[in-house]
């Protein structure tokens, strides 16, 4: 509603990025032939032969804009914002390409004919995001876009509604009054607009008014009494939005919807984003498989190493719990003597951990070959075996044991409403820094509270020169 820019702009946007990244591709192989013609490369193609590429390109560009919510809004930002948009959607769209190209093993375009698809995309789709902005704002001056705007309610909620419309909204609002149930507010001003009257005068006003929408901005106590006013709404078939408090403070997120004529309210504390949930998983498998296969090589040596150099198995199996408490079996790389979890009794009052989890900075179980492999992560490296039978993700909070889950508070026991992940906030932010196991709950509450594919890419390419750098031992 409020939110809600025009749907033609919106669509129009779309059909403009989309129309400019096949301009773009057709237009490179004419400008890779006069390059051919200065200094000869390559051999001649023929656009006809990447018709699957330019479909899959055009499908991966328009959600990797989706995901970063180019489409939402189109009042302009700044120049750089978009920049950024447009560098994020080039960049992981090359790799999402190259990566299902190698997988379904269908021809990709040469990597020349990319360059020079990438610089002429990069600058169509500047100017087209630039023309986009400036007709936005020419429609929003001309008054086009524009709603009528009865709000009923003239308290502390429909103040608040109305501050922060003025603040963010992409559209002006033409707020034509309000309504209150108090007489005594009749004729009066607030917020800029006139009281016009109370429930009762509410057919009239909107018989005298052209009236787009009406917001009820009331406590929630109150709406129960507003059934009567929604009804004439319906009958009048005029939009009606209710703005309620009776979720505010919370941070979970709410999705309405009618099931077998019902309407139902699903109120959930992990992101409502189900297709990028499922891109997610399908970033899960492709990448862990090919993970998997790249340093299977050097999981076999590690492997060897274990063996020769302490007694034990080679994996430690660890009891960890998961999405919605599920157990499950977690597996890495032994660093540890084979009876460390006698031992850990003994160390219990050195742990330099306030709270749940064990740790000591110089653990003496820890075996040689154990000290570099968590330098480097390497230990983890089996998990990547969870992560493609889909019981952990790449990203997400890390699984506590099932003896620490007994232990957890109440607050704590949300990290578990999302998969968890091979690395998170706390990978990234210094995990060997983190003293206090109520900052580490902290770190994972935030991821997900703040969930977007594009939080996911982030956390993975800064988790690259962590463990490179063996920055992350613990």
């Given at each position: 509603?409020?939110?809600?820019?025009?749907?033609?702009?919106?669509?129009?946007?779309?059909?403009?990025d989309?129309?400019?990244t096949?301009?773009?591709?057709?237009?490179s192989f004419?400008?890779?032939e006069?390059?051919r013609?200065?200094?000869?490369?390559?051999?001649?193609?023929?656009p006809?032969?990447?018709?699957?590429?330019l479909s899959l390109?055009?499908?991966?560009?328009?959600?990797?804009f989706?995901?970063q919510?180019?489409?939402?809004g189109?009042?302009?930002?700044?120049?750089?914002?978009?920049?950024?948009?447009?560098?994020?959607?080039?960049?992981?769209?090359?790799?999402?390409?190259?990566?299902?190209?190698?997988?379904?093993k269908?021809?990709?375009?040469?990597?020349?004919?990319?360059?020079?698809?990438l610089l002429?995309n990069?600058?169509?789709?500047?100017l087209?995001?630039?023309?986009?902005?400036?007709?936005?704002?020419?429609?929003?001056?001309?008054?086009i876009?524009r709603?009528?705007?009865?709000?009923?309610?003239a308290?502390?909620q429909?103040?608040?509604?109305?501050?922060?419309?003025?603040?963010?909204?992409?559209?002006?609002?033409?707020?034509?009054?309000?309504?209150?149930?108090?007489?005594?507010?009749?004729?009066?001003?607030?917020?800029?607009a006139?009281?016009?009257?109370?429930?009762k005068?509410?057919?009239?006003?909107?018989?005298?008014?052209?009236?787009?929408?009406?917001?009820?901005?009331?406590?929630?106590?109150?709406?129960?009494?507003?059934?009567?006013?929604?009804?004439?709404?319906?009958?009048e078939?005029?939009?009606?939005?209710i703005?309620?408090?009776?979720?505010?403070?919370?941070?979970?997120?709410v999705q309405?919807?009618?099931?077998?004529g019902?309407p139902?309210?699903?109120?959930?504390?992990?992101?409502?984003?189900?297709?990028?949930?499922v891109?997610?998983?399908?970033f899960?498998?492709?990448?862990?498989?090919?993970?998997?296969t790249?340093?299977?090589?050097?999981?076999?040596?590690?492997?060897i190493?274990?063996?020769?150099?302490?007694p034990?198995?080679?994996?430690?199996?660890?009891?960890?719990?998961?999405?919605?408490?599920?157990?499950?079996?977690g597996?890495?790389?032994?660093?540890m003597?084979?009876n460390?979890?006698?031992?850990?009794q003994?160390?219990?009052?050195?742990?330099?951990?306030?709270?749940?989890?064990?740790?000591?900075?110089?653990?003496?179980r820890?075996?040689?070959?154990?000290?570099v492999?968590?330098?480097?992560?390497?230990?983890?490296?089996?998990?990547?075996?969870s992560?493609?039978k889909g019981?952990?993700?790449l990203?997400g909070?890390r699984?506590?044991?099932?003896?620490?889950?007994?232990?957890?508070?109440?607050?704590h026991?949300r990290?578990?409403s999302?998969?968890?992940?091979?690395?998170c906030?706390?990978?990234i932010?210094?995990?060997?820094?983190?003293r206090?196991?109520?900052?580490?709950?902290?770190?994972?509450l935030?991821?997900?509270?703040?969930?977007?594919?594009?939080?996911?890419?982030?956390?993975?390419l800064k988790?690259?020169?962590v463990?490179?750098?063996?920055?992350g031992?613990?």
């Amino acid at each position: 509603m409020i939110k809600q820019q025009s749907v033609y702009l919106r669509f129009m946007a779309q059909v403009l990025d989309v129309g400019l990244t096949i301009t773009a591709f057709l237009t490179s192989f004419a400008i890779r032939e006069q390059l051919r013609t200065i200094q000869p490369f390559g051999k001649a193609i023929h656009p006809s032969e990447y018709y699957v590429s330019l479909s899959l390109i055009v499908l991966l560009w328009w959600l990797i804009f989706d995901v970063q919510d180019a489409y939402r809004g189109q009042r302009y930002t700044s120049f750089l914002h978009e920049v950024k948009l447009i560098v994020r959607t080039l960049f992981f769209g090359t790799v999402s390409l190259a990566i299902i190209g190698y997988f379904l093993k269908f021809h990709l375009p040469p990597r020349s004919l990319l360059v020079i698809f990438l610089l002429v995309n990069a600058t169509l789709l500047t100017l087209g995001k630039s023309f986009i902005h400036y007709l936005a704002e020419y429609l929003r001056l001309k008054g086009i876009n524009r709603k009528s705007v009865l709000v009923v309610g003239a308290g502390n909620q429909a103040r608040q509604f109305i501050q922060r419309i003025r603040q963010s909204v992409d559209w002006d609002l033409d707020l034509i009054g309000f309504i209150d149930k108090d007489p005594r507010k009749v004729g009066t001003k607030f917020c800029g607009a006139e009281v016009l009257g109370t429930p009762k005068d509410m057919q009239r006003i909107m018989h005298q008014c052209a009236i787009d929408e009406v917001v009820f901005a009331l406590p929630s106590y109150a709406l129960e009494e507003t059934q009567d006013l929604l009804a004439l709404c319906e009958q009048e078939g005029v939009k009606t939005v209710i703005v309620s408090n009776f979720f505010s403070g919370l941070i979970s997120k709410v999705q309405a919807e009618v099931i077998h004529g019902m309407p139902i309210l699903t109120y959930s504390t992990t992101p409502l984003k189900e297709w990028q949930l499922v891109v997610k998983r399908f970033f899960d498998m492709v990448i862990s498989t090919m993970l998997l296969t790249l340093f299977l090589p050097m999981m076999i040596l590690i492997a060897i190493l274990i063996k020769v150099t302490s007694p034990g198995p080679i994996l430690y199996r660890w009891q960890v719990v998961g999405l919605n408490k599920k157990r499950f079996t977690g597996y890495k790389f032994r660093t540890m003597v084979k009876n460390a979890d006698e031992l850990k009794q003994q160390l219990l009052d050195q742990n330099e951990m306030n709270g749940i989890v064990f740790k000591i900075k110089k653990d003496p179980r820890i075996t040689l070959i154990g000290h570099v492999l968590r330098k480097f992560s390497l230990d983890e490296l089996p998990q990547l075996w969870s992560v493609l039978k889909g019981h952990m993700s790449l990203v997400g909070p890390r699984p506590p044991l099932v003896s620490e889950l007994e232990q957890f508070e109440s607050w704590h026991r949300r990290k578990l409403s999302v998969k968890p992940g091979m690395t998170c906030l706390w990978q990234i932010r210094g995990r060997s820094k983190i003293r206090d196991f109520d900052d580490w709950v902290k770190l994972d509450l935030e991821y997900i509270d703040n969930w977007s594919l594009w939080l996911d890419f982030k956390i993975l390419l800064k988790t690259i020169p962590v463990v490179v750098l063996g920055r992350g031992a613990e």
